[in-house]
């Protein structure tokens, strides 16, 4: 019998797949340079957190200034990203990209709740509450990342 080899079909839709997917070089520089600049938001972060624990926190308002200006550069990021994605890649990653959509709100909510209460060194709860919530946000961030990356086939 001269039948099809058990298999071949799907090994080939997994190969078209993965080259559907296969990340352009400009696909890989714009998700390397996103995810450094999301590495540098989650040290932003790191530091405020330090100073505001240290008795001498003082007015974080210059911090935070630099960290809404991340903040919105890490945004265009992920936007100029997901838009270059193709009507394949789009379908094929659609979980992960819900995830960096769901992140991003998440990060932006938290960063929020963070400005508004690191004016308020008096209640440190508050404040240490909205680091928390805002480095869980980068973290899922990075995470999608982390998929979107292994997915298309970037090294990060």
Known sequence: GGGATPGYSSAMGDFQKA??????ET??????????????LDRQIENIRQKSESEASGDLSTELEALEA???ADNLDRHEFVASLSSTQHLELKKPV???DRTSNDM???????????????DKKLLVK????????IAAEQHE?????????VTV
Do not use: D, Y
Request: no cysteine.
């Open 145 to 153: 990342q982390q998929q979107l990356a292994r997915e298309m086939g």
């Open 19 to 24: 080259i559907a997917l296969q990340a352009s």
């Open 98 to 100: 819900r995830g960096l």
């Open 70 to 72: 991340a903040l919105t």
């Open 27 to 40: 696909q890989s520089a714009q998700l390397r340079s996103w995810t450094l600049r999301t590495a540098a």
């Open 108 to 122: 932006a909510t938290a960063l929020s709740e963070f400005a508004r209460n690191s004016g308020q060194t008096q």
């Open 130 to 137: 909205a680091i928390e919530r805002a480095k869980k946000a």
